[in-house]
């Protein structure tokens, strides 16, 4: 077993039997800021399950030894966890039985990584287990700012030590506290998407749209360059040191 930590996201248990496939499995859910651990049979991943106590589990049906319904079952006897099964086979039959045993969802392989962590994410936010985490701090410094996260409110500190209050959408503060909450950490657009548009089916272009927005606001208050774009992943909130 491989503990790969990272110091924010929900952790996901992949068991898989073929370490290829694990391998791509872990570095996509990396990218997306997701933490994860790993198994390659059965017995070693209800092991894991109990020493970990994962977020989600991404569950290969057809394991060497005991095999990811029986998995599945021990799961469920006494844990609700979320659970995707993984299977190499399009039988029906695999499928319904996986999700009458109380699995959330099913993927098939050969699969897409991004559908994968995309599927990841939605279970996550459909049972609410990434939000069952521990609570994030009311109110958010970085820099200049104040971000209060139960007033919805974001104020901008003067050179003279005062604070103003800077006006933002409703999809603008939620994307400034979901940076702010950890900054220099890099966001993809599909977690942002998902973390603050869950309700939408917007696409890349949209969250570049509400950003850019944001940052003219930002820069109008002297804020500079706080939201950076990282080419092919997404953005950070970088303040500088």
């Not at 966890?81 to 039988?91: G, H, R, S």
């Not at 897409?112 to 049972?127: D, F, G, I």
Request: hydrophobic share 45%; aromatic share 4%; with cysteine.
């Amino acid at each position: 077993m491989n503990l790969a930590a990272h110091p924010s996201g929900p952790l996901v248990l992949v068991v898989e039997d073929e370490p290829a496939i694990a391998d791509i499995l872990v570095a996509y859910l990396h990218r997306d800021g997701l933490r994860s651990c790993r198994a390659a049979d059965g017995t070693a991943a209800l092991r894991v399950f109990r020493e970990q106590r994962p977020d989600l589990v991404l569950l290969d049906i057809h394991l060497p030894g005991m095999d990811g319904v029986d998995v599945l079952k021990n799961i469920r006897a006494d844990n609700d966890t979320p659970v995707i099964m993984v299977t190499a086979l399009a039988d029906d039959v695999d499928k319904l039985l996986a999700l009458r045993l109380g699995a959330d969802d099913y993927v098939v392989k050969p699969y897409s990584p991004p559908e994968v962590v995309a599927r990841v994410r939605a279970v996550l936010r459909r049972t609410g287990a990434a939000a069952a985490r521990a609570p994030a701090a009311a109110v958010l410094r970085v820099g200049r700012l104040e971000i209060d996260q139960d007033a919805h409110m974001v104020r901008v500190q003067t050179d003279d030590g005062r604070f103003e209050p800077l006006a933002l959408t409703l999809t603008e503060f939620r994307l400034l506290a979901c940076l702010a909450a950890q900054p220099r950490r890099c966001f993809s657009r599909s977690h942002l998407i998902e973390t603050c548009l869950p309700e939408s089916d917007a696409l890349d272009r949209v969250i570049d749209s509400h950003l850019s927005k944001l940052r003219r606001k930002l820069q109008a208050a002297g804020n500079g360059e706080l939201i950076e774009t990282v080419r092919g992943i997404g953005y950070r909130l970088w303040p500088g040191e």
